[in-house]
């Protein structure tokens, strides 16, 4: 099967966070619950690769095939909150750069995202999985009443630390 790279949706990291949020309640996802029943929820499957078979540059993260049809590949090194945000993140390239544009007309065929790409798509996914993971208004209503301790919303949203504080930031609460 041939595949195509995603193309960036262009939409606002504002825009971005709403529609990851959105996406969220719509599949019944909530904050710290485990991400993989979504993943199949949507038709989609997550696979575990070896290091070596993940290593290549041009390997490929998600392999879209339809809109119910997709693969997720996560590396076999890794730990759960990792795990947690790469599975956003592709859910990021399914829904901004698969389903948005043939929502919006666009002729999309298969779309594979790399592992190691850069630019506005993986910016974009990124936004997306921060959105989904952490939506902002609980996560600033979280961080009112307990505290913007990231160790605390590390657990609470199942990120790593470094994600809560990223979050935090990008939500100008620190």
Do not use: C
Request: aromatic share 8%.
């Amino acid at each position: 099967m041939e595949y195509k790279e995603p193309t960036a949706s262009n939409l606002s990291k504002q825009a971005v966070d709403r529609l990851a949020a959105d996406v969220a309640r719509q599949v019944g996802f909530q904050s710290g619950d485990d991400i993989s029943p979504i993943v199949q929820k949507l038709g989609g499957r997550i696979q575990i690769r070896d290091l070596s078979e993940v290593a290549d540059p041009s390997s490929g993260s998600i392999f879209i095939r339809g809109p119910r049809e997709f693969d997720i590949v996560l590396p076999s090194h890794t730990g759960l909150t990792r795990d947690r945000f790469t599975i956003a993140h592709e859910l990021g390239h399914l829904v901004l750069h698969y389903i948005w544009p043939r929502h919006r007309g666009a002729d999309v065929g298969p779309t594979m995202a790399r592992r190691y790409g850069t630019g506005r798509v993986e910016w974009e996914a990124n936004w997306f999985a921060a959105g989904f993971l952490m939506p902002a208004e609980d996560f600033k209503e979280f961080v009112r009443t307990s505290g913007s301790n990231t160790a605390l919303l590390s657990v609470r949203y199942g990120v790593s630390p470094a994600a809560a504080e990223v979050r935090l930031r990008s939500l100008n609460l620190l």
